[in-house]
């Protein structure tokens, strides 16, 4: 079986870019390293606003469609859990071959967030845990 990188590294249509996030940051650099070439970004329609991205401009899906017809692959580039986009996300990957490459949310390893309930998040093994730390008392009285 071969990784969605190698796939797409083989491919000789345009690969085009949905999002412009921190997802996008991550995966751009994944296709800098192996060479893979970005045709085109676009975003939402009321995202679309007059700029670029690593370089290229932003522009609309129908932008994307008129220059390309339906032949492009579309890497998602963020996501989500909100019930409208992810109908977006299925009438795309319906209409064209879309993937949505699995980058890590963060680039270090351990993170301490300041917060009254004494939340840590570190990784372990690859894989990211809550774990609940321990508090006394006296941190808890101002």
């Not at 190698?6 to 800098?32: C, K």
């Not at 996501?79 to 949505?100: C, I, N, P, T, W």
Request: with cysteine.
């Amino acid at each position: 079986m071969t990784d969605v990188w190698q796939y797409l590294r083989g491919i000789d249509r345009p690969i085009v870019m949905y999002g412009t996030g921190n997802g996008a940051d991550r995966i751009f650099s994944v296709f800098d390293r192996l060479g893979i070439t970005v045709s085109a970004i676009f975003a939402s329609d009321g995202f679309v606003r007059s700029r670029t991205f690593h370089g290229i401009p932003v522009v609309s899906y129908a932008d994307v469609l008129k220059k390309y017809g339906g032949n492009f692959i579309i890497v998602l580039a963020f996501g989500s859990d909100r019930q409208e986009v992810l109908e977006r996300f299925y009438q795309l990957d319906d209409r064209h071959e879309l993937y949505a490459p699995d980058v890590p949310a963060f680039s270090f390893t351990h993170l301490h967030l300041p917060s009254n309930r004494g939340i840590e998040i570190c990784e372990f093994g690859g894989s990211w845990t809550q774990k609940k730390k321990k508090t006394t008392d006296t941190e808890h009285m101002t």
